[in-house]
């Protein structure tokens, strides 16, 4: 018995090759997410590490009190949309321009002279006393 020669359509060979190359690059991906999964927490790890170090540590100490904020508030980067905002000041009532949406309860002016995180208001003497 003899078996007659399949003729394929140049369109079907096409859809074969496009199906088969579909399937084979969800096979590298399926292979390569994990490593690209355990790059991010490495990377994650470390930047928690040096974010705990900082806190523990203080290297910009000068820096963060001259800018009136406590260790989380200079440490820990926010997110924030990209707009212009106007914010009062929690104290004074005096408009304050940033150029994102993260913004401080309170004028510079206002933390200063009250020994407050101008970001969230904390009290620093306080935060000191608790770190001694």
């Known amino acids: 018995m003899q078996r007659a020669a399949a003729e394929f359509s140049p369109e079907l060979v096409e859809q074969a090759t496009s199906a088969s190359r579909s399937r084979l690059q969800k096979a590298l991906d399926a292979v390569h997410a994990p490593v690209q999964h355990e790059r991010f927490a490495v990377y994650e790890r470390r ?10 540590d203080d290297p910009q100490r000068q820096r963060r009190v001259l800018a009136s904020m ?4 200079f440490y820990i980067v926010r997110l924030a949309g990209a707009a212009i905002t106007h914010q009062p000041c929690m ?7 940033y150029p ?5 309860v ?10 407050l995180c101008k970001r969230c208001g904390a ?10």
Do not use: M
């Open 70 to 73: 406590c260790r989380p508030c």
């Open 123 to 132: 009290d620093l003497r306080a935060l000191q006393e608790a770190a001694r």
């Open 106 to 115: 309170l004028c510079l002016p206002c933390a200063t002279a009250r020994h």
């Open 100 to 104: 994102s949406t993260a913004t401080d």
């Open 91 to 97: 104290l004074c009532d005096q408009n304050q321009t």
């Open 47 to 56: 930047s928690r590490l040096k974010l705990a170090q900082s806190l523990q």
